[in-house]
């Protein structure tokens, strides 16, 4: 079966200190992966994808994801977390077998970056 | 730009009553997809449809829930008898249908309270 995976229900970061929030996934083929976030009460928001090429992706509010192929992995990244960068966030991945758009999302990880 | 558009935003319904949830999409996007969130349970994947067509219905309940994209207005997400369980937020998302990379556009979903 199809799935993503985000090991942390919830990660917390002093402000000032990198994060990372993890994401595996078990698809076959090679699937285009997302990232999105969501603020309390709104819908997701898309923050970067992976198609091909470089293994390191920039994305919005300067987060980046590194796709790592042998380990299934596509985890997301920021150098410097700030208190609004705490938001749900969400892993997704798109298989290209499946012949159309589907896009299955991870159960999702909240970042707490306490100031 | 007019984003995706849902409505209402809050819908509450008793037990056996029906309800309906609507979406438009954004502009220029025939690509329509509707996802349930429960807490604790991220998103989970109901139906993908494109204009007139029904493409991979694979997670939508068996009974009582149904979608339609019409030629003309919005899609339209229905529960008849409506039950507790189905008290969730969904989030109707858009996208072009032209570019299988292209990451999906949100609205800002339907909260769903069954009494």
């Known amino acids: 079966a199809q799935s993503v995976a985000q090991p942390e229900d919830q990660v917390n970061v002093a402000e000032g200190n990198p994060l990372t929030v993890k994401c595996t996934y078990s698809v076959s083929g090679n699937p285009y992966l997302f990232w999105y976030v969501q603020y309390p009460n709104r819908g997701l928001q898309f923050l970067l994808k992976?198609?091909?090429?470089?293994?390191l992706v920039k994305g919005s509010y300067g987060f980046e994801a590194e796709f790592n192929k042998s380990q299934t992995s596509f985890h997301l990244k920021k150098p410097s977390a700030l208190v609004s960068d705490s938001a749900l966030y969400f892993c997704?991945?798109?298989?290209?077998?499946?012949?159309?758009?589907?896009?299955?999302f991870g159960a999702g990880t909240r970042l707490f970056v306490k100031a | 730009n007019a984003g995706v558009m849902q409505n209402p935003r809050h819908l509450v319904r008793r037990r056996g009553q029906e309800a309906r949830l609507r979406c438009s999409p954004m502009k220029g996007h025939s690509h329509v997809y509707w996802y349930r969130q429960l807490p604790e349970e991220g998103l989970k994947f109901m139906v993908y449809?494109?204009?007139?067509?029904?493409?991979?219905e694979s997670g939508m309940p068996k009974e009582r829930f149904s979608a339609e994209f019409p030629k003309e207005g919005p899609s339209i997400l229905r529960i008849q008898q409506v039950v507790r369980g189905d008290s969730a937020a969904y989030f109707c998302?858009?996208?072009?249908?032209?570019?299988?990379?292209?990451?999906?556009?949100f609205g800002n979903g339907t909260r769903l309270t069954v009494t």
């Open positions: 997704a991945v798109r298989p290209l077998n499946t012949g159309g758009f589907k896009t299955i």
């Open positions: 449809l494109q204009k007139e067509n029904i493409i991979d």
């Open positions: 998302a858009s996208s072009p249908g032209t570019d299988r990379n292209s990451p999906l556009h």
């Open positions: 992976y198609i091909t090429g470089d293994n």
